[in-house]
């Protein structure tokens, strides 16, 4: 059974930075691809980040160049940098996997980006 546990949202003012999370448990593929989505209050949800498990990433516009994408294969664990936080990445970030044509999510943990 694959579980995947998020952490880190917290609240922080504009400008500032956080790093998320996602510690993964259960059986993982050789070939996957992680991602971390988010959805604003009232919005969809939207992919923010990917990366697979050679390392290959993508990025969404809006957060190309203030949040990087990493893996820990040892720990497997996937993280989420985020730095120059705007009041529009508030949102519930949730964790991703995709394996053998499965797909896996966490819970989520809230950012949420106010002075």
């Known amino acids: 059974q694959v579980q995947l546990v998020e952490s880190g949202g917290d609240l922080v003012q504009p400008g500032g930075s956080l790093r998320l999370s996602c510690a993964t448990s259960?059986?993982?593929?050789?070939?996957?691809?992680m991602a971390w989505y988010r959805q604003p209050p009232g919005k969809r949800r939207e992919l923010v980040a990917s990366i697979t498990n050679g390392g290959s990433t993508t990025y969404a516009n809006s957060v190309k160049g203030r949040f990087t994408i990493s893996r820990d294969g040892a720990k497997n664990t996937v993280y989420l940098q985020m730095n120059s936080l705007k009041p529009e990445d508030t949102a519930l970030y949730s964790c991703?996997?995709?394996?053998?044509?499965?797909?896996?999510w966490g819970r989520g943990t809230l950012v949420t980006v106010s002075s």
């Open positions: 991703h996997l995709e394996q053998y044509g499965m797909n896996y």
């Open positions: 259960g059986s993982i593929a050789s070939i996957y691809l």
